[in-house]
């Protein structure tokens, strides 16, 4: 490839609104023979909607809403703007006081209040023995190990993301979920989306591993938004990520998606394999 036109093939990608960074970039994302996604915020909207809302029986609500939403403002994931959208619907108690908070990406958020309750918000992964939540739980709130609440969430997917996955299939190369949604979710979109390869409930250091054993066999993009996919993307051959994506994931991509628009993918993918071709 001569890096003139090299370089005329990432002008006409940024002209796409496919953005490309790095010398050998455009030749190996010529050379993908797989495309690995995450779910939420990837293939979905990011735009959740919560559908139940169950809290523990004898628990006040209004303060069971105030800690959900003072938790979920120390989150930048998609699903903590759908909640706090949410809970903003109705009232909520007054804030009992301040609560210290940290977020585990991929699990969810832990906080202390100042008399020292512990609350975890987020997966419903590894639970406390004797701890029950509804089936269709996508989120937990937990108070000192017992279940104080719990939200499912609906995500939809993207415009564009069925055929993207067509057009891949159709062009020989391989589609693979790699999500940190519960097992449930993640078959129902992969399901829906014809791809048939699918991890689910894996966290960023999962996320990680599993990308280095998929690039081991084939050259394989990885595609995703969220801090919890930007390990994998920069240890992908190529990291994908969409323009809407977090900080961290924008960061490690060699390849950004100026628009949150799936069909960038199929059609920057034709013009960097055409780039090649006129080259060789
Ligand atoms: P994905 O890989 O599909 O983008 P994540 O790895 O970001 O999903 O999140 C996995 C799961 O962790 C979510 O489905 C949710 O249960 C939980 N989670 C992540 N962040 C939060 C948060 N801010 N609040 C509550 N739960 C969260
Ligand atoms: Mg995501």
Redesign the pocket.
């Known amino acids: 490839a001569t890096p003139t036109a090299v370089m005329v093939g990432v002008g006409r990608l940024a002209r796409l609104g496919v953005l490309v960074r790095g010398g050998s970039t455009v030749e190996r994302f010529a050379g993908i023979e797989r495309m690995v996604f ?5 293939l ?1 909207t ?1 735009d959740l909607r919560v559908g139940d809302f169950t809290v523990a029986e004898g628990a006040n609500e209004a303060e069971v809403r105030r800690i959900i939403y003072d ?2 403002q ?7 703007a759908s ?1 706090t959208a949410f809970l903003k619907t109705t009232s909520l108690a007054p804030a009992a006081g301040p609560l210290t908070v940290s ?7 832990n906080a202390t209040d100042n008399v020292g309750n512990h609350y975890y ?5 590894k639970l406390p023995a004797g701890v029950n939540v509804p089936a269709n739980a ?3 709130l937990l108070k000192n190990d017992e279940f104080l609440a719990s ?1 499912s ?1 609906a995500d939809d997917l993207r415009k564009g993301a069925r055929t993207l996955v067509q057009s891949l299939d159709e062009a020989g190369i391989e589609t693979t979920l ?5 097992r449930a ?2 078959d129902a979109a992969a399901k829906e989306l014809g791809i048939k390869s699918v991890y689910a ?4 250091s999962q ?1 990680l591993e599993r990308i280095a054993a998929l690039s081991a066999e084939k050259p394989t993009a990885m595609v ?6 930007a390990a994998a993307l920069s240890r992908a051959d190529i990291g994908i990520s969409l323009g809407g994506g977090s900080a961290a994931a924008l960061d490690a991509a060699q390849i950004v998606l100026l628009r949150d628009d799936l069909s960038l993918l199929t059609e920057g993918r034709k013009v960097a394999a055409l780039t090649l071709r006129t080259i060789k």
């Open positions: 995450d779910k939420t915020g990837t979905t990011g938790m979920e120390f989150s930048s994931h998609p699903i903590a909640i977020e585990t990406p991929g699990l969810g958020l918000l987020g997966a419903a992964r996508d989120v937990i939200l969430l790699l999500t940190g949604d519960r979710k993640a409930e894996q966290l960023p996320k995703g938004d969220g801090i919890n996919d």
